[in-house]
């Protein structure tokens, strides 16, 4: 029963002649009828498309202190995304980051405002702390998976919204997070206190120069150790392996509660590790509203990435673009939640194209007889796009 | 202390409650007996509460309006369908980002639009309504009554109709039930209008007969509750059901007991649903009546 098939890695499989020309085609064209579809509602919604596309070009890039707001939102969009991109590969599915990243900034919240030590250690500890707590939080789905059977995408989800709880019960409790009040007669508010400048993520420049957070930094180094460790090491190739046939990996020695529980367990830490990161590098006061999404927003960039740590730092950046660029729309009378719509217009035009081109090619291979050389088969996986 | 005048209205703030997640429930128990799982439901809720009250602005007929949200429901199944049951994309990517779109869209065009107040009618009947605990159940909107007619329809379906029988059939066995002939992927996808209608019209009795308007992301999760109420039911609809009123009841319980002069802790309320989900899915795991191929996707030729 523990052996379910789930989340093929496509890129990895054998694939017709003609695909990758195909499926870039496709993405092409599925990325043009996404931004011309929100450039069409909002015009139909009275806005002007050419003013949107201005506001979102000079609250994101335009200039330094633009990329700095981008680079901000991008660093957590990245870490939660490089999870997903372990746990995708393993084919255990996460989609409880949102939590995950909230957890994460309240541990860390924890151990930063409680820890008398020298300020960059504690710096460092409440990094970790923050990891490893999104860390036991997703493993403790990988455990009612394989102990008790228990769906791995329902129980990461529900486990989200207890996170959520919790943190937001953790705020209200003087003793556990919640900041004193200032005054005695003051009313205490659901929030932390805030951080003290020594335990926070140092980073460099200075506003109106360009910022870049010490957490950006920490990401990069990540995703390219990520990338290194999934492309050549051997726990890569089992975490592909199975993710791409669990049945061939256990028959392999690939032992699936353990790999896939770490596999699990890693994808829940990155989270947290961003959580921790949004906060002692960005917000310096635990609120319940800390994860803003990052969470959600994070896993649709490793969909659009496919898996692939190096293409995530361009989606997370966009993803970022999106974030920072959003607070300039209001000004042209476009509602913000403009890129929401774009985002999922994206990730929709880059998961299908992949699908699209294989059931085409399918199609294809069922009408046209064998020719005598053998042709790479089609896959007989379920298609899956979380490559 | 507690009085009968209270807990009458903890009673009617529990239905009111319910009922959302119990339209809702219907459509996708009967998705999950076909072996779909649909996270959604949020979508479908959402755009279901949103159209519903656009059209019944635009048309002025709380009525009209909730068959119009029934209706957005059912297209946003329609798309889940033909996403991850025809061109096999995973169903939970598919849910996320039709959650993503919806709420981005709903929040988008609320942003812009103002709609008018519209609201259905309420069932009153004298006598029955004043006896005290029960009486609110002589009192609600009309559509809540509509769950009278659902409830035993969705069990007739899944139970004892033919085409319910192939949906549980490819939701144990999808192989088996493809040799025999039924289209597997056609079945699943019409379980999931079944669904969508049915989430469609949850959610645009909570904006239309309960609330009377729509706030941006009204439906706040209740879609994913949905999901925990099938899960606690046991993929059996009288413990889905039973798992929407204890829901409901605990989020009344959310409301009322700070008026009552209670301290207690709103966020544990607020888990509730989910930490008896979980417990729920963890206890029957071994002995599951959850649908074999739950959540996988069929692809002739393989095991």
Same mark, same amino acid.
């Given at each position: 029963m523990?052996?379910?098939r789930?989340f093929?890695?496509?890129?990895?499989?054998?694939?017709?002649?003609?695909?990758g020309?195909?499926?870039?085609?496709i993405?092409?064209?599925?990325?043009?009828?996404?931004?011309?579809?929100?450039?069409v509602?909002?015009?139909?919604?009275?806005?002007?498309?050419?003013?949107?596309?201005?506001?979102?070009?000079?609250?994101?890039?335009?200039?330094?202190?633009?990329?700095?707001?981008?680079l901000?939102?991008?660093?957590?969009?990245?870490?939660?995304?490089?999870?997903?991109?372990?746990?995708?590969?393993?084919?255990v599915?996460?989609? #409880?980051?949102?939590?995950?990243?909230?957890?994460?900034?309240?541990?860390a919240?924890?151990?930063a405002?409680?820890l008398?030590?020298?300020?960059?250690?504690?710096?460092?500890?409440s990094?970790?702390?923050?990891?490893?707590?999104g860390g036991?939080?997703?493993?403790?789905?990988?455990?009612?998976?394989?102990?008790?059977n228990?769906?791995?995408?329902?129980?990461?989800?529900?486990?989200?919204?207890?996170?959520?709880?919790?943190?937001?019960?953790?705020?209200?409790?003087p003793?556990?997070?919640?900041?004193p009040?200032?005054?005695?007669?003051?009313?205490?508010?659901?929030e932390?206190?805030?951080?003290?400048?020594?335990?926070?993520?140092p980073? +460099? #420049?200075?506003?109106?120069?360009?910022?870049i957070?010490?957490?950006?930094v920490?990401?990069?180094?990540?995703?390219?150790?990520?990338?290194?460790?999934?492309a050549?090491?051997?726990?890569?190739?089992?975490?592909?392996?199975?993710?791409?046939?669990?049945?061939?990996?256990r028959?392999?020695?690939?032992?699936a509660?353990?790999?896939?529980g770490?596999?699990?367990?890693?994808?829940?830490?990155?989270?947290?590790?961003?959580?921790?990161?949004?906060?002692s590098?960005?917000v +310096?006061?635990?609120?319940?509203?800390?994860?803003?999404?990052?969470?959600w927003?994070?896993?649709?960039?490793?969909l659009?990435a496919?898996?692939?740590?190096?293409?995530a730092?361009?989606?997370?950046?966009? +993803?970022?673009?999106?974030?920072?660029g959003?607070?300039?729309?209001?000004?042209?009378g476009?509602?913000?939640?403009?890129?929401?719509?774009?985002?999922?217009?994206?990730?929709?035009?880059?998961?299908?194209?992949?699908?699209?081109?294989k059931?085409?090619?399918?199609?294809?291979?069922?009408?046209?007889?064998?020719?005598?050389?053998p042709?790479?088969?089609?896959?007989?996986?379920?298609?899956?796009?979380?490559? | 202390m507690?009085?009968?005048?209270? !807990?009458?209205?903890?009673?009617?703030?529990?239905?009111?409650?319910?009922?959302?997640?119990? @339209?809702a429930a219907?459509g996708?128990?009967?998705?999950e007996?076909?072996?779909?799982?649909?996270?959604?439901?949020?979508?479908m809720?959402?755009?279901?509460a949103?159209?519903?009250?656009?059209?019944?602005s635009?048309?002025?007929s709380?009525?009209?309006?909730?068959l119009?949200?029934?209706?957005?429901?059912?297209?946003?199944?329609?798309?889940?369908?033909?996403?991850?049951?025809?061109?096999?994309?995973?169903?939970?990517?598919?849910?996320?980002?039709?959650?993503?779109?919806?709420?981005g869209?709903? /929040?988008?065009?609320?942003?812009?639009s103002?709609?008018? /107040?519209?609201?259905?009618a309420?069932l009153?009947?004298?006598?029955?309504r004043? !006896?005290?605990?029960?009486?609110?159940?002589?009192?609600?909107?009309w559509?809540?009554?509509?769950?009278?007619l659902?409830?035993?329809l969705?069990?007739?379906l899944?139970?004892r109709?033919?085409?319910?029988?192939? *949906?549980?059939a490819?939701a144990?066995?999808?192989q088996?039930?493809?040799?025999?002939?039924?289209k597997?992927?056609?079945?699943?996808?019409?379980?999931l209008?079944y669904?969508? *209608?049915?989430?469609?019209l949850?959610g645009?009795?909570?904006?239309?007969?309960?609330?009377?308007?729509?706030?941006?992301?009204?439906?706040a999760?209740r879609? @994913?509750?949905?999901?925990?109420?099938v899960?606690?039911?046991?993929?059996?609809l009288?413990?889905?059901?039973?798992g929407?009123l204890?829901?409901?009841?605990?989020d009344?319980?959310?409301?009322?007991?700070?008026?009552?002069?209670?301290?207690?802790?709103?966020? *544990?309320?607020?888990?509730?649903?989910?930490?008896?989900?979980?417990?729920a899915?963890?206890?029957?795991? /071994?002995? /599951?009546?959850?649908?074999?191929?739950?959540?996988?996707?069929?692809?002739?030729?393989?095991?």
């Amino acid at each position: 029963m523990s052996e379910k098939r789930k989340f093929p890695n496509v890129a990895e499989l054998m694939r017709p002649s003609g695909y990758g020309v195909q499926v870039t085609l496709i993405t092409i064209a599925a990325i043009a009828v996404a931004v011309v579809a929100s450039m069409v509602l909002v015009s139909a919604t009275g806005g002007s498309p050419g003013d949107a596309l201005d506001a979102l070009y000079t609250g994101s890039i335009a200039d330094t202190a633009a990329w700095s707001e981008t680079l901000k939102a991008a660093t957590p969009l990245l870490l939660v995304a490089l999870g997903a991109c372990i746990s995708n590969r393993a084919g255990v599915f996460n989609i #409880g980051q949102e939590g995950q990243v909230l957890l994460g900034a309240a541990v860390a919240a924890y151990v930063a405002l409680h820890l008398a030590l020298p300020g960059t250690l504690v710096m460092i500890l409440s990094l970790l702390a923050g990891a490893i707590a999104g860390g036991l939080w997703s493993g403790a789905s990988a455990v009612m998976h394989y102990g008790r059977n228990v769906n791995i995408v329902v129980s990461t989800l529900l486990m989200s919204f207890l996170a959520i709880q919790v943190v937001s019960f953790a705020v209200t409790v003087p003793w556990l997070l919640q900041a004193p009040r200032a005054s005695a007669d003051s009313i205490a508010s659901s929030e932390s206190a805030q951080l003290p400048p020594s335990v926070r993520i140092p980073g +460099f #420049g200075e506003y109106p120069a360009l910022e870049i957070g010490g957490g950006l930094v920490l990401s990069i180094i990540l995703t390219i150790v990520l990338a290194v460790l999934l492309a050549r090491s051997r726990w890569g190739f089992r975490l592909n392996m199975l993710g791409l046939n669990p049945m061939a990996a256990r028959h392999a020695g690939v032992r699936a509660p353990f790999a896939g529980g770490m596999a699990l367990a890693l994808s829940g830490a990155f989270a947290g590790l961003a959580g921790a990161v949004i906060l002692s590098g960005q917000v +310096f006061r635990l609120q319940p509203a800390l994860s803003n999404n990052f969470g959600w927003d994070g896993l649709l960039v490793a969909l659009i990435a496919r898996s692939r740590p190096l293409a995530a730092v361009p989606v997370a950046l966009l +993803f970022g673009a999106f974030r920072s660029g959003s607070s300039f729309l209001a000004s042209t009378g476009v509602p913000n939640y403009l890129v929401d719509i774009v985002q999922a217009l994206l990730v929709l035009a880059f998961v299908v194209p992949p699908v699209l081109a294989k059931v085409k090619s399918r199609g294809r291979a069922e009408a046209t007889p064998p020719p005598a050389e053998p042709v790479p088969s089609t896959p007989t996986e379920p298609e899956k796009v979380t490559a | 202390m507690i009085g009968t005048d209270e !807990i009458t209205t903890i009673v009617a703030s529990s239905l009111r409650l319910t009922a959302p997640l119990a @339209f809702a429930a219907c459509g996708e128990y009967l998705a999950e007996r076909a072996g779909t799982q649909n996270i959604s439901v949020e979508g479908m809720m959402l755009g279901g509460a949103f159209g519903s009250v656009a059209v019944a602005s635009a048309t002025g007929s709380a009525t009209t309006g909730l068959l119009a949200g029934a209706i957005v429901g059912l297209v946003v199944g329609f798309v889940h369908g033909n996403l991850s049951h025809r061109i096999q994309i995973n169903t939970f990517v598919v849910g996320l980002v039709l959650n993503a779109f919806v709420l981005g869209l709903t /929040s988008f065009l609320i942003a812009i639009s103002e709609f008018d /107040s519209n609201q259905v009618a309420q069932l009153s009947i004298p006598g029955l309504r004043d !006896i005290p605990i029960i009486g609110p159940l002589f009192e609600q909107r009309w559509p809540m009554y509509l769950l009278l007619l659902i409830i035993p329809l969705t069990w007739w379906l899944v139970e004892r109709s033919r085409w319910g029988l192939n *949906l549980r059939a490819i939701a144990d066995n999808p192989q088996a039930a493809d040799v025999t002939g039924l289209k597997v992927n056609k079945l699943r996808r019409q379980a999931l209008l079944y669904a969508g *209608l049915l989430s469609g019209l949850g959610g645009a009795y909570l904006a239309t007969a309960e609330v009377g308007s729509f706030n941006m992301n009204m439906t706040a999760g209740r879609g @994913f509750i949905v999901i925990a109420a099938v899960i606690f039911g046991a993929w059996r609809l009288k413990g889905t059901m039973i798992g929407c009123l204890v829901f409901g009841f605990a989020d009344a319980l959310r409301l009322a007991l700070p008026a009552l002069g209670f301290e207690l802790n709103s966020q *544990l309320l607020v888990a509730a649903p989910y930490l008896m989900a979980l417990l729920a899915m963890m206890l029957f795991a /071994s002995k /599951s009546r959850e649908p074999r191929a739950l959540g996988k996707p069929f692809v002739r030729g393989i095991t």
